[in-house]
């Protein structure tokens, strides 16, 4: 098993920057081959935003988030962390860390069996 825990949401105005985090524990090494972020607004679909393989060579994101997300991981603190920047309302939603057994589960959510419980961004303008 897997457990992870997210944390940095919040509230910005349009422009501005956040930086959530996901903690992970249990039986990281084997059960978290990738992982991701994840974001639900009210009445949509869970999309990925982006995914980050364990070594960290392989990294993918959503169109919508080039160029102004980043993904990335402490492996030594089984770690991973997504700065956000330039920041839009449409970001506004529940983001969800999660993890995969895959070796290429990329933004796929059916690739991924562990999930956070969430933290909420909100974007004002």
């Known amino acids: 098993q897997v457990q992870l825990v997210e944390s940095g949401g919040g509230s910005v105005q349009a422009g501005g920057s956040l930086r959530l985090s996901c903690a992970a524990s249990g039986d990281t090494y084997y059960r978290r081959t990738y992982m991701g972020w994840f974001r639900q607004a009210p009445g949509k679909e869970r999309e990925g935003v982006a995914a980050?393989?364990?070594?960290?060579?392989?990294?993918t994101y959503a169109d919508s988030v080039k160029g102004r997300f980043t993904i990335s991981q402490d492996s030594a603190k089984n770690t991973i962390f997504l700065q956000m920047n330039s920041l839009k309302p449409e970001d506004t939603a529940m983001y969800y860390c999660a993890a995969s057994v895959w070796s290429s589960a990329g933004l796929t959510k059916d690739n991924y069996v562990y999930w956070g419980q969430g933290t909420q961004v909100t974007v004002s303008s």
């Open positions: 980050i393989s364990r070594a960290g060579v392989s990294t």
